[in-house]
């Protein structure tokens, strides 16, 4: 069976402690015997070239080694510091007082012991004794370390026991904390896991504890938006299939009783009946239409074709052809453009489309003897303009939610004046494919004012 997520962890951590603990032990020994070890041999090494100068001359007034042969006394008289190397007010050479003068050892030139530390061999720290440009000896020094290993190593073991001890100690303490790690993380990421598993399920209103600021908090704070924003589409979705599917039964079931009417012979097949079915057929074919324009803005499909506009000329090409229907409608249309250059860099037909449906919007909720009042002009990099229309209203906590597909501010869905419920949703989508916003709020005409602003081109 393969380790789980917390074996990995708890072994990645235990391991990473361990090896950090057995590098640091390592490195420490090598430390002390080439350091400390070394500096020692090195005092030894000092005292020895300030003892091989006697040696020489004595060597040279004795002719051979003679006169040391089983002369300990000699020997140590050789090894005791010259007047000029220590006087008594000053302490003794550091060589002195490490012990170096008993690991030193006088060999002859063939490396045979004459005198000394009876463990002096060619293997030993040399320095050689000449005379008369001849090798008489070597002044030998018996390494620290090898010195430490010929004789009781008891205190050296003892310190390796101890290194060993506390390293075990170190390894259970950095599993102990490794495994309370490994769970402290891992027990929020098993949640994440099992909210995760929950929300492929379908379950949408799965949330998780935000109790932290850390990555995991920050994990945990995306999963709930994400969780959140899921729950709405699919609420969105089914409220969606609801409506279009009232949407769609609407203008069928009249097309429906309309043609059984007149196979049933209740009404006769004349232009006027064939008009009724004509104009539930358009209904539907519109309805059709805003919910391909919709699906495509949805999505970011829609073919813009940018470019650089006058949104002065823009706007006149689109009030101009709709002046007669306000006129026949009994709605007064004007409209003010305070644009010196209102360029914007945007497609054409798109805005053409987002200005039509918003002036349909006015001329089908607007009051015979009403007016609709269009003004437009430039802050502070923005074009700006606004459609106001007169009475009626809209109850101002319906406001935020006019821009909703299929959302009618009136109280009856079968407004003979209503459309399919598209038209603005389409038109927030079109003025955020150009970084523009858009927004409904009261008119002082007494209707509603769509305010809509796009940015200039530079």
Known sequence: MK??????????????CAVVLLVNGVLGRISFERGFLGYLNDQGLERMRAVVPRLEAAYGQHGNWDFLHNNMQGWFDFMRPSPGEWHMKESPPISDQTGAVPRFALLDQNYHLV??????????????????????????????????AAGDVRFFNAQLQLWWQIGLFSVIVAALLAGWLARTLLRRLYGLTTATHQLATGNYKTRVVDDSR???????????????????????????MADISHELRTPLAVMRAEVEAMQDGIRPMSAETLQSVASQIRQLGKLVDDLHDLSLTDVGALTYRREQLDIRTLLES?????????????????????????????????????????????????????????????????LIVTIDDSAPGVDPQKLPRLFERFYRAETSRNRNSGGSGLGLAICRNIVEAHDGQIDAQASDLGGLRVTVALPEAA
């Open 318 to 382: 689109t009030l101009v052809p709709l002046q007669g229907r306000f006129t026949k409608a009994g709605l007064a249309l004007t409209w003010q453009l305070d644009f010196d250059i209102g360029l914007i860099y945007g497609d054409e037909r798109r805005l053409q489309q987002l200005f039509t449906n918003l002036l349909e919007n006015a001329l089908r909720y607007t009051d015979a003897s009403g007016a609709v009042k269009v003004h437009g002009w430039v802050e502070k990099n923005r």
């Open 115 to 148: 005198i000394g530390n009876p463990d002096a061999s060619r293997q030993s720290i040399l320095l050689p004794v000449v005379v008369q440009g001849r090798n008489v000896g070597w002044m030998a020094l018996v390494p620290f370390q090898q010195a430490i």
């Open 3 to 16: 380790p789980g997520l917390t074996a990995k962890l708890f072994i990645a951590i235990l391991a990473s």
């Open 214 to 240: 850390d990555e995991v908090g920050g994990l945990a704070r995306d999963f709930n938006q994400l969780a959140q924003a899921l729950e709405h589409t699919e609420r969105s979705r089914r409220n969606f």
